[in-house]
């Protein structure tokens, strides 16, 4: 039995008396690529802020390569080697698309502030390396071309792969995505899943991904957990997932 | 120091405290709505003193008059601060409002400078106000008395508004979640507005009785107390009304108290605020009555 | 991989040869100045440089790094004291204390003018740091109003530790040691340096906190020392120029620091353009000439017939006026965020010549 590489041991968050998440159990291995759906408001952006630190879980641990990151700051998990990206977007607006990409390598430099200022020892070197890479990430994810562009002004789409492109220059060992295609259309979709798949085996990278798109979910992922206002309530590969009784509820009573 | 002395320094103590907190629960409302360190605020003690003093001295006018038309004026100079300049900076990065608030400090005080001048003006006491009785050998001007009467009517007043009118709910609101008033179905730049309002119709009233306390009325008469009352909000928990008063309330005790222990102290006086302000921020920087505010 | 011609990476040895050679025309000028200016243009040439320095580090934690602070007039007389005290001599200091004498060991220390410079930028870099722990540990947005108190509790410090700081009467009779050498070559100094932070990756980092602080930890930037190190290297300079400051106008007093000094460097780096160190640089110099010239506004003067009595306060009045509508309507300022390059400025070059054959 292998060690997980994460792990939450009922994991609960509590706004205000409200149960934003309630009781998350997730096991997550080496190369595996999981889903975590549920309806609106059901604790998914919760989860992965209270994985990666943004918010403070009230119950609960997080393992991750068994060592406990409970409640560490988000840059402390985010250097363990746990990248995110946003559900509403966060780029860096007013910064080059190249230097989005170049922030992410910051924590691996291995050059003081005054070697910076005075332009010697690794300097150099670490700037050439951190370029090339985020250059080769630009080129991985067909944004080099707009590598001198501000963030901004990049479409939708574009965003949300510079998104991906920043997290992925962490070199992380687990990716957290939430809500990558939201906002795209289906042939967008289509291509981003195909992307997906390919840095998942390319980088033997372990992805969880929140997502709407049941299709996509369905499409890229091989288990699936469901979440429903705050607590667990299916986990199972698509086909089982599309048959629970109790995520056809769930999804209904969000609808109807 | 003796049991009269006591009395007597704890009497001067709140007094100034009840001042500050006047002062600080604007701050705070205004921080707790927008997040954005009003530095005008501060100002408008200066702006209320002087609209009350020339209606007194060049208009005639009998004192509450004067006074009231200065609550009235000041309030409205709050709306006009936060329509003109803040308002179109609401979706701006922060730090564009907090330099339009600086900038907006300075022009009130030079403002002041140019068409008043620096002279300082003596501050005419209205006969009501003036004068001491004496009880067990303890001196209380009325002064005194009125500040801590006017302060606790007004505290109550506005935690009244704050706590059991809608448009309280909608302030409270604000400060956590401003999805969750538009949902109300709440106007939030008339919330913003109202806050706006009452926070300088309250500073209003600490400036005229600011003035009468230390009668030497000066274009930059503002500044000092305005950072002590920002100092007094965070001490008391930022965003939250009791806390300000609270927090003004052990602010002006502690200056003078301490100045009465060690009065080899007193020129460091206005320094105290300042180390209980880097104080709280080290041990807890929610302060007193305060709770962490959401992003 | 990527040997090909980079956009990034082209001209630059041209780019080099071109930044030597403004630096020596710089220097020649220098040269020139020091021999062939009246005193007083000197003196302005010294302010600017000493303006140009603070705008500068200002901009680094406001602009760049995107903290609001109001911290220059508290460092800036905290450097002018450091430095004041180390280079008064035992005998000057013995006569200048007259109400108190200098505690010991200060009142035994003299060093050189560089060495108090160096002091006077390490123990405002310190303070910088004492003060960042207690407010970049919780909210950055008290940073602005623990600054303004700075200032003040300097005052109130300088003005009753009078074996330290001879209380009210100031410092007086300094050497005027600040002479062009000394400051201008600070300013290049402290502008090389800030240049180069901000295109390292430490200054990747600054940036990316001011544009959202959330994605900078959640991409391991640890924003708590990266706002500290933005804050602590302000204060460094800051400290320099306010040696260069107190040698140059050879009297200091707890007055001469009032918010004042923040106020017009504010003003300096909001025109200039919030973030750009080039725009820093370019409003300082325009402060420091136009602002002699703006000094009309306070003094009588007769226009038309009519006579313009000069009102205090006028001056400060337009600078708020110039600040709020900045901020309204041109928030970029004269650069926005851009930098000059020299590429930039041969496009811009080419493009203003086109503009004037299109004319004609």
């Not at chain 1, 998942?200 to 979910?217: K, N, Q, S």
């Not at chain 2, 003035?211 to 500044?223: D, I, Q, R, S, T």
């Not at chain 3, 450097?79 to 005998?91: D, M, N, Q, R, W």
């Not at chain 3, 420091?288 to 001056?315: C, D, H, K, N, Q």
Request: with cysteine.
């Amino acid at each position: 039995m292998s060690l997980a590489l994460l792990e939450t041991q009922g994991l609960s968050v509590t706004f205000g008396g409200l149960k934003a998440l309630n009781g998350l159990d997730l096991q997550l291995h080496q190369g595996e690529l999981i889903g975590l759906i549920g309806p609106n408001g059901a604790g998914k952006t919760t989860a992965f802020n209270a994985i990666t630190g943004r918010v403070r879980p009230t119950k609960g641990r997080v393992l991750f390569q068994g060592q406990e990151i409970t409640a560490w700051r988000p840059y402390r998990t985010a250097r363990i080697g746990i990248a995110r990206t946003f559900q509403n977007i966060r780029l860096y607006d007013d910064l080059t698309v190249l230097e989005n990409v170049m922030v992410a390598s910051h924590c691996s430099i291995r050059y003081s502030f005054v070697e910076a200022i005075v332009g010697l020892g690794r300097f150099r070197s670490d700037e050439q390396k951190i370029r090339e890479k985020a250059e080769q990430l630009l080129r991985l994810m067909g944004l080099i071309h707009a590598a001198g562009e501000k963030a901004s002004s990049l479409p939708y789409g574009g965003q949300q792969k510079l998104e991906m492109a920043r997290a992925l220059a962490l070199e992380p060992k687990l990716l957290l995505l939430d809500e990558p295609v939201a906002g795209m259309n289906p042939m967008e979709t289509r291509e981003f899943g195909e992307l997906l798949r390919r840095i998942h085996l390319d980088l033997r990278l372990t992805i969880l991904l929140i997502e709407h798109d049941m299709r996509f979910v369905m499409g890229v992922c091989q288990k699936i957990k469901v979440i429903d206002h705050g607590a667990p309530i299916a986990w199972g590969n698509p086909e089982e997932i599309q048959k629970n009784p109790k995520v056809i509820a769930a999804y209904l009573g969000d609808n109807g | 120091m003796n049991y009269e002395a006591l009395v007597q320094h704890l009497m001067f103590g709140v007094t100034l405290g009840c001042l500050y907190g006047l002062v600080a629960i604007g701050y705070t409302m205004v921080y707790g709505v927008l997040r954005l360190i009003n530095f005008a605020h501060g100002d408008l003690l200066m702006v209320s003193a002087y609209i009350a003093f020339f209606g007194i001295a060049m208009f005639h006018l009998p004192w509450p008059v004067s006074f009231a038309g200065s609550v009235v004026l000041t309030g409205l100079l709050g709306i006009l601060i936060d329509r003109g300049a803040y308002k179109p900076l609401r979706t701006s990065p922060r730090i564009s409002a907090l330099i339009t608030a600086i900038g907006l400090s300075f022009l009130l005080e030079n403002l002041a400078l140019v068409i008043i001048g620096g002279r300082p003006k003596s501050f005419p006491m209205p006969s009501p106000f003036d004068g001491v009785f004496v009880a067990r050998g303890i001196h209380v001007p009325y002064l005194s008395l009125w500040v801590i009467g006017i302060t606790g009517v007004l505290l109550v007043i506005v935690l009244l508004i704050v706590h059991r009118t809608r448009v309280g709910m909608a302030m409270r609101a604000l400060s956590r979640d401003v999805e969750t008033v538009r949902l109300m179905g709440v106007d939030a730049d008339r919330v913003i507005s109202f806050t706006f309002v009452l926070g300088s119709a309250l500073a209003a009233a600490g400036g005229m009785m600011w003035c009468m306390k230390y009668p030497a009325l000066e274009p930059f008469m503002g500044v000092i107390p305005g950072l002590k009352a920002f100092v007094a909000a965070v001490l008391g928990g930022i965003g939250n009304v009791a806390g300000a008063a609270l927090g003004g309330l052990l602010l002006g005790l502690a200056e003078i108290l301490i100045v009465a222990i060690k009065p080899e102290w007193s020129g460091y006086r206005d320094a105290i605020a300042f180390g209980v302000l880097i104080a709280i921020l080290l041990t807890r920087p929610t302060g007193i009555l305060g709770e962490e505010l959401p992003e | 991989m990527s040997v090909e011609a980079s956009p990034y990476r082209a001209h630059v040895v041209r780019d080099r040869v071109l930044s030597a050679a403004s630096l020596g025309v710089l220097l020649l000028f220098l040269w020139y100045a020091d021999s062939h200016f009246s005193p007083y243009s000197i003196r302005i040439l010294n302010v600017t440089a000493i303006f140009i320095i603070l705008a500068v580090s200002y901009n680094l934690i406001n602009g760049v790094t995107g903290q609001f602070s109001l911290e220059p007039n508290a460092f800036l007389a905290l450097g002018a004291y450091t430095s004041a005290i180390l280079t008064l001599t035992p005998a000057e200091k013995a006569r200048t204390f007259i109400i108190e004498p200098m505690i010991w060991p200060l009142s035994d220390i003299a060093v050189s003018f560089p060495v108090s410079l160096v002091a006077a930028g390490l123990v405002t870099a310190f303070m910088a740091f004492l003060m960042a722990i207690p407010v970049f540990r919780v909210r950055g947005d008290y940073l602005a109003i623990v600054t303004l108190g700075l200032g003040e509790v300097i005052q109130v410090l300088a003005n009753n530790l009078v074996p330290v700081t001879n209380g009210s009467l100031g410092l007086k009779g300094l050497h005027p040691y600040t002479n062009l050498w000394w400051a201008w070559g600070t300013c290049i100094f402290t502008v090389i340096c800030i240049v180069r932070l901000v295109n390292s990756s430490y200054g990747r980092a600054m940036k990316a906190v001011r544009e959202d602080e959330t994605a900078a930890e959640a991409m391991g930037i640890n924003a708590f020392w990266t706002k500290t190190l933005a804050f602590t290297l302000s204060g460094f300079f800051e400290g320099l120029a306010g040696g260069l400051l107190a040698h140059l106008i050879t009297t200091i007093s707890p007055s001469l620091f009032t918010f004042f000094f923040t106020f017009n460097l504010l003003i300096i780096i909001v025109v200039g353009g919030l973030g750009s160190t080039t725009g820093s640089v370019i409003a300082a110099v325009l402060f420091s000439l136009g602002g002699e010239w703006l000094r009309a506004v306070e003094e009588p003067f007769t226009i038309f017939g009519y006579t313009y009595s000069g009102v205090p306060g006028m001056r400060m009045v337009i600078f708020s006026v110039i600040l709020i509508l900045v901020m309204l309507f041109a928030r970029q300022g004269l650069m926005g965020r851009n930098e000059f390059t020299w590429q930039g400025f041969f496009e811009w070059t080419r493009g203003l010549a086109a503009k004037i054959r299109r004319q004609e």
